[in-house]
Nanobody, 129 residues
């Protein structure tokens, strides 16, 4: 069974850090674009960051640039989202997702929900003092 499982969420104070993990089972992430998305209470789900199948290209939404870093694990079946300098506006359920795109797809075009074929169930991040 193909599955993505997120972990690493929790309660953190403003200015703190968390590292989210996205682990795959039943398939390898090597051939997939991986995206992190989030949905805050009362808001639509939005893209946060994504990484190409090669790991070379990454993309971030403006609100997290310079604070969040997406990366692939050495074993290539886990993707991480390092989140620093967290603010209450980062509070949301964070989802990872995997999708395949044709070669030469721009990094902006690959970081959209419509591209994603597999989704995790999400992990809650709460930033509060």
């Amino acid at each position: 069974q193909l599955q993505l499982v997120e972990s690493g969420g929790g309660l953190v104070q403003p200015g703190g850090s968390l590292r989210l993990s996205c682990a795959a089972s039943g398939f390898t992430l090597n051939n997939y674009v991986i995206g992190w998305f989030r949905q805050a209470p009362g808001k639509e789900r939005e893209g946060v960051s994504c990484i190409s199948s090669s790991g070379v290209r990454t993309n971030y939404v403006d609100s997290v640039k310079g604070r969040f870093t997406i990366s692939r694990g050495n074993a290539k079946n886990t993707v991480y989202l390092q989140m620093n300098s967290l603010t209450p506006e980062d509070t949301a359920v964070y989802y990872c997702a995997a999708g395949r795109v044709p070669p030469f797809t721009t990094v902006q075009a690959m970081c959209v929900q419509a591209v994603m074929d597999y989704w995790g169930r999400g992990t809650l991040v709460t930033v509060s003092s």
